[in-house]
């Protein structure tokens, strides 16, 4: 494969050395793990800061959600609309406008005086990280030369996903305690200045030519978000709630409208022959079931760790690392496993020792120890789901054509949140009916328990919502397990430097 540089002057290799953009590969190599750190970083920092801000700007229980979830639909609803631009318009262009626009929405965000505002910023930050995400990675195909170069940056990039997960989760914590909630914005803003500053040393593909497929944004991306919002709301008011069914039912009428837009115009923004590869649509099946496991996993053990043990934000940001830490390793020690051997020999025992975790998980009592259940269970869900991240990546665009990258690269982006959304619906559901069955209400018996000091009702509530818990983490397990049949079955990807047409798609 080819690679041109901005000067349109094509990076051929030289017998006498290196070319002579391999000189910026760690630059650019840190601005694409900074951008993705801090798209990532997004999903979750803002969770810990959500008690103060409700305080601070008077947000109502049922808006409070809306601050998290806002990010989430505009993230995933748009990232296809994203992924098609960067082909288009060029992928550092539309890079360096979504990181922009993400920068500038976190100056917002942490200025705004209301909720409205609140919301609305978090919504631009949304549609920053849409743009950005998706050229990111493709930006590494044409930056980093087929082979250990790129492999290795997919190993960081992975690591990232994982990373900024957690890290968003500490910062939350330390920003709101130690500064103010509105820094959990702010601290974007350097990250995002540095990242734009950078951008000189990304390579800079050749446009694919066309045009934006509106209808076709327009009825996926509404679809999209209408799924999106039909799941969420379905696991905060119940499935028979005439909202959510009228959600599902504009969904249904925007995807199948979508699917026949694309079948029939000449320039779709999701390419149908991209599902004709039996390895490719195998790994976005994978993904989402991914999504759906490791969501869950950081939204249930957060309520746990805060609720039923007792940790502050902070505490709980720390008690995270292993996770961070398990991904990080596993992603690295991945990356290189892919020059030798298929990607699903890989992300299959991935997956396997990640439902082991889960099923860990899913024994935890309401006085599990840290270092004895927490921290070990932490770290090989974190080792299997670090497995699984780069070899789902790489099999999932090996041997896509150039033109279809970005969009490659955004499907299975969107197949990880799409997932991450129904995931966490589905099992929030699961979680609530298993824990009502053992106390009516039990979330509302802990609040009122401990509103009073009744610590016998403490108790009883703590008991069942660990239980609500447990229910939620073996089906988590479940999800996992489904993840590792789709990838025996599917996945036929081979080694990845056999692959040299391959190029990555967004996996944080």
Request: charged share 10%.
């Amino acid at each position: 494969m080819s690679y041109e540089s901005t000067t349109a002057v094509p990076a051929r290799p030289d017998i006498s050395g290196t070319p002579r953009r391999d000189r910026h590969l760690g630059p650019a190599l840190f601005v694409i793990a900074a951008a993705q750190l801090m798209v990532v970083l997004d999903a979750t920092i803002t969770n810990i800061a959500l008690p103060s801000i409700q305080t601070d700007l008077g947000v109502s229980d049922a808006n409070l959600a809306w601050i998290v979830n806002s990010y989430a639909l505009a993230f995933g609803g748009l990232l296809l609309l994203g992924g098609r631009a960067g082909d288009l318009f060029g992928r550092r262009r539309m890079f360096q406008t979504g990181i922009a626009v993400f920068t500038l929405a976190s100056v917002l965000g942490g200025l705004a005086p209301n909720e409205a505002l609140l919301i609305a910023a978090r919504v631009l930050q949304g549609v920053g990280a849409a743009l950005a995400a998706p050229s990111a990675l493709a930006l590494i195909t044409t930056t980093f030369p087929a082979g250990k170069p790129r492999n290795t940056a997919m190993g960081v990039y992975a690591a990232m996903g994982g990373v900024g997960a957690t890290v968003g989760l500490l910062l939350g914590g330390v920003l709101t305690d130690v500064l103010d909630w509105r820094w959990v914005f702010f601290v974007n803003i350097p990250i995002g200045l540095a990242v734009l500053a950078g951008t000189r040393t990304l390579v800079e593909a050749e446009r694919t030519p066309g045009r934006l497929d509106i209808p076709g944004a327009i009825t996926g991306t509404g679809g999209l978000i209408a799924l999106v919002y039909g799941i969420t709301r379905g696991g905060e008011h119940g499935w028979s709630d005439s909202l959510t069914l009228a959600s599902f039912a504009t969904a249904a009428a925007l995807l199948v409208a979508f699917l026949l837009v694309q079948a029939r115009t000449d320039h779709p923004m999701m390419p149908l022959r991209l599902f004709k590869d039996r390895s490719r649509w195998g790994s976005y099946a994978t993904m989402l079931f991914i999504g759906a496991g490791m969501f869950a996993t950081f939204y249930f053990l957060t309520l746990y760790m805060q609720l039923i043990v007792g940790y502050s934000p902070v505490r709980t940001g720390f008690a995270y690392l292993p996770f961070s830490f398990g991904m990080a390793v596993a992603a690295g020690v991945s990356s290189k496993l892919v020059t030798h051997v298929p990607p699903r020999l890989i992300a299959g025992p991935g997956l396997l020792v990640a439902a082991v975790g889960m099923f860990w998980f899913a024994t935890l009592e309401p006085d599990s120890s840290y270092a004895g259940h927490l921290m070990p269970a932490m770290f090989v869900t974190a080792l299997g789901l670090g497995m699984s991240f780069v070899p789902m990546t790489l099999g999932a665009v090996s041997g896509v054509a150039a033109g279809d990258t970005g969009i490659a690269s955004a499907l299975l982006n969107t197949a990880q949140q799409i997932g991450g959304a129904l995931g966490l619906a589905v099992l929030s559901t699961i979680s609530t009916s298993a824990a009502d069955d053992k106390l009516p209400d039990a979330a509302e018996a802990l609040y009122r328990g401990l509103a009073i000091e009744d610590f016998s009702l403490v108790a009883r509530a703590g008991e069942a919502l660990t239980h609500g818990y447990t229910v939620a983490f073996a089906a988590a397990a479940a999800m996992f397990l489904a993840g590792l049949a789709v990838t025996v079955l599917a996945v036929n990807a081979g080694k990845q430097h056999q692959a040299e047409g391959a190029a990555p798609a967004h996996i944080g």
